[in-house]
């Protein structure tokens, strides 16, 4: 006998599920959750607006992801972007090592923020609900040494503000204030919420208001 996967009351009839991104880490989250999305990248123009806000940025990224990988036929599409923000600055991908470098010198030492805009899409239109995790992290004074060695392994190199909480990154981190999962990638709180009310929206053929 095949047992049905374990998912989070309110999401045991979800429907066909496309994730808008190539990131391993949001896959595995919601496999967590018990569920197997279509992956689905999208090759978008990343570019912060100018006097665009980390938030609206954030938001905005989301958004653009979830609209765009939404088709007929699923359920729900789910786009996130997740910014790492001190002082108004974003801290995006470093190119290279040195900017790797450069990025963990300037975080280290201090508290900074990560957001996490996660946007599903569903229904015929389709409609867009987003939530935004917010969470404060603070990253202990690294000797040179142990940035040589973090930024060796190749872990900062495709990770948003060059280090990574899942992995080895872990051990800059000093605390945080807020999600976890939203640092990581996609707060399952927020997911699981907007997950709920799009399954609701798909079974009772897309007639709740957005």
């Known amino acids: 006998m095949i047992l049905p996967p374990l998912r989070p009351p309110g999401l045991e009839q ?37 006097g665009e806000t980390p938030y609206d940025y954030c938001v905005r990224m989301a958004q653009t992801k979830a609209e765009k990988g939404f088709a007929p036929g699923i359920m729900a599409c789910l786009g996130a972007d997740t910014v790492v923000t001190k002082d108004g600055r974003v801290f995006g ?29 569903a229904g015929a239109r389709p409609h867009l609900r987003t939530r935004v995790s917010t969470t404060d992290v603070w990253m202990k004074k690294a000797t040179t040494r142990e940035l040589d060695a973090y930024i060796a392994t190749g872990e900062p190199m495709d990770k948003a503000g060059a280090y990574g909480i899942q992995g080895l990154g872990a051990f800059l981190i000093e605390r945080i204030h807020g999600s976890y999962t939203g640092v990581v990638g996609l707060p399952l709180f927020e997911t699981v919420a907007l997950l709920q009310w799009a399954k609701n929206l798909y079974l009772e053929g897309s007639n709740i208001a957005a």
């Not at 994730?19 to 569920?35: D, K, N």
Request: proline share 9%; glycine share 6%; net charge positive.
């Open 14 to 50: 979800i429907g066909p599920l496309r994730l808008a991104s190539a990131s391993p880490r949001r896959l595995e989250l919601l496999r967590q959750l018990g569920l197997e999305p279509e992956v689905f990248p999208l090759d978008l123009d990343e570019t912060r607006r100018p």
């Open 93 to 121: 991908k470093p190119e290279h090592a040195a900017r790797a470098r450069q990025t963990l010198n300037e975080l280290a030492g201090g508290s900074h923020q990560v957001l996490t805009a996660v946007t599903v899409a």
